[in-house]
Each structure stands twice: as C-alpha cells, then as structure tokens.
C-alpha cells in the first residue's frame, strides 16, 4: 500500500505549469527524494502533497487522506517544513518546540520525553534557551525539524532542508533521517544536492514540472551508462530538451 | 514593541491635551489708531482685557497694516479711523475696520465673532451709560436678552470634546496596525506556511491573532482615560463598564479589517499602506474634526459605513454626557454587525491554502 500517490496531479499558474502530470507511489518507510533544477516544480509538487496548494487537476492521497477533500486529517499525520523554515526568532529554541507541540496538541505527559528526545538528537540541548534569532543556519535547520518532528509524524515532507547548512549539521540531519526510517516514517524529500540523492532509495528527476525518471539511483545510472548521478541527470535532460526541440 | 504601545498613546494624549486645542485664545492683534482718543482707547482696552486678543504691535503707518498681517505677527489689525471719537461723540455712527487673516476661514471667523460681542457689549454699557444720564426711563423699555447654557461641556473647552475622540483615534490605528502585520508578518518570515500545514483550524488562528491584540487596546483605553480623566480633568460621567464593551465591540470591526488587509496583502508595507488608505478616510468622516452635519449629503450617507463614527459617538456621550445602553444601543448594535461580519469575512478569506 502506497503512502503517497498521485495521478496526473496538475498545477498550472496562469500559462505556466509548474508541476504537469504526475505519477508518483510511495511505499512506506521508504525516503524517496525529488531532484530537479531551480524552478522545476519541487516545492510546488510539495505544497500539493500537503494539502496547501489545490492542484489544478489530478488527485493525490497522502497516509490514505485524499489531498484535497480530506487536507484536514491529512495534516494531523504529515510534517512539512517548507525551504525556509518558519521559526519564531523571538522565542527561544525550547518556546518554539513548546508552541507547535501546543499547536498540535501533544498531551504534557509525553511532551518532556519527546522534547529531550529531539534535542538530544539534534545536539541543540545547550542551546535551549538561547533566541531562535540567533541560531547558525544549520541549528535553525534541526530545530525546524525538531518541531516538524514534534507530534511524531507519519510522514514528512523535507523541502531542501540542508541547503547552506554545515557538513556536520547535515550529517546529524542524517542522522535523525535514518532514525525515523527504522521507525517506517515515509520521507519525501526535495534536494538539489545530489550525493544526498545518492542517500535515498529512490530518486525522482523532474524539470519543467514532468517527471522524467523514476528509479533507484544505481538503476539510473546503469540505465544511462553513468558513473554519478550528476552526469545521468545532465545526460537526461540533454536528451528530454533536445527531445523537445525536434 | 511594549515601549511604542504603551508610551505612544501616552504621549499622543500629552500633545492632544496641551497643544492641539481648537479653543483660539490669545489671538495676536496689531493696533493702527489713529483717531487715538479717550474713546478709540477704551474700545482697545476691551480687546485686551477680553483673554481672546493680545496686543503684539502698535501701528503708526498704514502701510505697517500689510507688513504684520503678511509676516504674520498679527492675525488681525484694530484700525480707527480720524474722526471716530467724534462721531461717537456727536451721535453719528463711528466705524472701526478689522482687519483679519483669512488663511485659517475657521479662526477668522472666530475672530469676527469675538470681536463683534465685544462691540456689541461696548455699544451696550454706551447705551446704559447714556440711557442714565439722560433718560433714566429707558432703562424699563423691554428688550430680549439671550441667556445661554451649555450642556455637557459647561465651560465650552474643547479639550473635552477633543480628548475622548483621542482614544478613538489611538485605539484605531494600534488594533489597525497590529493586526494588518499579524498574518502579514507570519508569510514573510515563514510561519504561515508551517501554521498552515498544521491541523490548526481558520478561526483558531484569527481568535488567537485578535485577542491579544484587544487586550492591548483595552490597556491602551485605560491608559488614556486614567491621565484624560485625572490629568486633564476630562469629565467621564458615563459607566465605565460600558466604555470597555464598546471598545470590544469596536475593536471587532478594526481588527477584523486589519486581519483582513493582512490577509489580501503580500507584505508588512504593502498592509501598512492599506491600512492608512483604511484609516485616514475613515478618521475624516468620523467627526471627529469635521462635524458630519456639514458634509454634501451623500458624504453624510457614506459615513454611515464608518465603524469610527459610531465609536466616537458611543465615546463622546459616554464621557460627556453620561448617557447608557438605552441612548446608545442602536450605535453598539451596528458595530456589533459590522464587526462580526468583518472576523467573518477574515476567518472566511484566510484560506489555508496559499495563492
């Protein structure tokens, strides 16, 4: 059973279509990561998923809630944090966790666990008192995820989460990633560096709203006679626009 | 943030208490005497001794007239003419020219009306005086006198007129500002989009963005009538308790407007301007300067769609005539229709979904 899956799900902005008919599954427990260039659609595809962008025609269904018709008890299973992620810079580290634990109501008796949990894994523990403000842009990162984390989602939707972030905030990112997969939350993740593509299961390429491949990694490069992900997806759109231009 | 919510009003209230007051007294008057008798000098001297004129110049040319009229050293100019003792004296009509500065119509014709009482009471105690004298029975001859009084504000000072329309003005503009930024502020830093993915409900967020916001204003309310009331002595006759669920009532139409410019706007300055665009139009046909009854008809219509005009109504009579529900129901029921439909309207057009 697939926890996320979508048909011919459209978006169009005026003339432009930023995401074009997508079909995508997504078993559980499964990390399966989005890549394309800037503009391709990526965060597009991810507000649709969510429930915050009405698609212009197609259907998706996320956790079994169908994206659209039942985006309420969607949100109670997922977490998105967005590029950029919202934090309140003037409340502290453990305000802002204590906020969307409030928002999602997570009953106290488990909140203190979790929280020393999250901040555990996240190494921020240090730093709970300290303004969100004032955070380095990848403590920001892992206390967005702390509090996308928060009401122990089933699915999570990472929209580049680790751009401009430090290589050992991301490793500890990473980190918190495998965790959760070990407890069969399905991860959605959009990137545009591609060795973190190489981290996921499967790799979707999409560039001007279509979704040109679909695969693991090592199965796209075979396909296209590559050494790296980089080159295969150079090779690919090469080929999609030269394509199109015929 | 708390020093410019709190101390603004404040200071807003010092400035409307002490400077801008409309009562027009000390009005700086040159004198071109010419005539410069026993006469001329007492009709001078009722100008001074009234507490509306001060004497800033004594004239000896004519053409002195237009030099502190234009330099405005004086906003009037007392001339007498040669000749007007005499006139007095051999029962003829004396004439004396008043020259006034038009710029501000309002204070001119104030000072047209100061001036004329001031004749006229001259004229009177001319004609007792005379009337002694000569004619001792013409005392008994009737004649109208006009006693007046004036009700709620006795002592005709507009600072109590002014004062309460303040906390109209001040109450406005914070709930506008604040709550235009509220939804605003939380796009632009990127809140929103997590609030929105969260299973958070339309009117959850608009109540938890409004209430704090109302308890602000109230605070700022109570502010501003404790210095009005016990510093600038502003009579508030009416219950207090009414003033409060006015002011909520009140606050339900600008914070439901606020909430809705910051849910149609893109940017903190795109929702500040739309405020103003809301605010100044709205203060205007308030009444709280202009008097709505001089307005072109439609424009009196139009003011009818104006939450700050009930309001100031709702304030003024609360604080000046002590009036309660039974005078001011209708005004409170309109504004509480108007701002149930504007959180409607709010909650309704705050869709969790973006563009």
Redesign the interface.
């Known amino acids: 059973m697939a926890v996320i899956k979508t048909t011919n799900l459209t978006r169009k ?1 005026g003339d432009l279509t930023a995401v074009d008919n997508l079909n995508i599954e997504i078993p559980e427990g499964e990390i399966f990561g989005l890549v394309g260039p800037d503009g391709a659609g990526k965060t597009t595809t991810m ?1 649709l998923l ?5 698609p212009t025609a197609g259907e998706g269904w996320v956790y079994g809630r169908h994206i659209v018709k039942e ?2 008890t969607l ?2 299973n ?3 944090m ?1 590029q ?6 003037d409340l502290t580290v453990i305000e802002n966790i204590n906020f ?1 634990a409030d ?2 109501c997570v009953p106290d008796s488990e909140r203190a666990a979790k929280i020393e949990k999250l901040l555990g894994f996240s190494n921020l523990t240090p730093f709970k008192e300290r303004l969100a403000g004032r955070l380095s842009g990848g403590m920001k990162q892992k206390l967005g995820l702390a ?1 996308a984390l928060i009401h122990t989602p089933k699915v999570l939707f990472l929209d580049e989460p680790t751009n401009g972030v430090d290589p050992v905030s991301r490793r500890d990112f990473w980190r918190i990633l495998h965790n959760l997969l070990k407890e069969k939350v399905t991860i959605f993740y959009s990137t545009s560096y591609l060795d973190e593509a190489e981290r996921c299961k499967r790799v979707g390429l999409i560039h001007k709203g279509r979704l040109l491949r679909c695969d693991t990694p090592e199965e796209i490069k075979k396909e296209t006679g590559t050494k790296s992900l980089e080159e295969a997806f150079v090779s690919i759109i090469g080929e999609y626009e030269s394509a199109k231009s015929v | 943030m708390k020093m410019i919510i709190f101390v603004s009003p404040v200071v807003q209230i010092l400035i409307f208490g002490y400077a801008a007051t409309m009562d027009i007294t000390n009005i700086p008057m040159a004198v071109y005497d010419v005539d410069n008798t026993k006469e001329s000098r007492e009709v001078t001297r009722d100008f001074t001794y009234s507490k509306y004129f001060k004497i800033t110049k004594y004239l000896s040319e004519e053409k002195e007239v237009q030099h502190v009229i234009d330099h405005g050293r004086a906003l009037c100019v007392l001339k007498f003419d040669r000749g007007f003792s005499q006139n007095l004296v051999g029962n003829r009509t004396a004439h004396i020219q008043l020259v006034v500065d038009g710029t501000d119509s309002n204070a001119a014709q104030i000072i047209v009306g100061y001036s004329n009482q001031i004749i006229l009471d001259y004229n009177n105690r001319a004609l007792q005086d005379r009337a002694h004298v000569y004619l001792t029975r013409l005392n008994i001859v009737p004649y109208v006198d006009l006693r007046d009084r004036h009700w709620f504000n006795e002592n005709l000072i507009s600072r109590n007129y002014y004062l309460p329309g303040v906390i109209v003005l001040i109450v406005s503009i914070m709930s506008l500002l604040l709550s235009a930024m509220a939804i605003v502020r ?1 796009k632009e ?13 339309p009117i959850e967020l608009i109540i938890g963005k409004v209430v704090p916001f109302g308890i602000i204003a109230l605070v700022q309310v109570i502010l501003i009538t404790v210095v009005g009331n016990l510093w600038f002595n502003v009579p508030l006759r009416g219950s207090i308790p009414l003033l409060f669920i006015s002011t909520l009532i009140y606050l339900m139409t600008t914070l439901g407007a606020g909430l809705l410019i910051s849910t149609i706007c893109a940017t903190q300055q795109e929702a500040m301007m739309s405020v103003f665009l809301f605010y100044f139009p709205a203060t205007l046909l308030s009444g709280f300067a202009y008097p709505i009854a001089n307005m072109p008809v439609i424009i009196q219509y139009l003011t009818l769609l104006n939450p700050m005009r009930y309001y100031l109504t709702i304030i003024r009579a609360i604080f000046l005539k002590g009036v309660g529900v039974a005078v001011l129901w209708d005004e409170m029921t309109v504004l509480f229709i108007m701002g149930a439909f504007m959180i409607f309207m709010s909650a309704k057009r705050f869709r ?4």
């Open positions: 902005f507000r969510t429930g915050i962008l009405d985006a309420e949100k109670d997922i977490a998105y967005s950029r992620f919202g934090l309140y810079e969307y928002i999602y509090c | 939380e830093i990127g809140t929103m989009e997590q609030l929105m993915v969260s299973p958070l409900k969790k979904t973006i563009g």
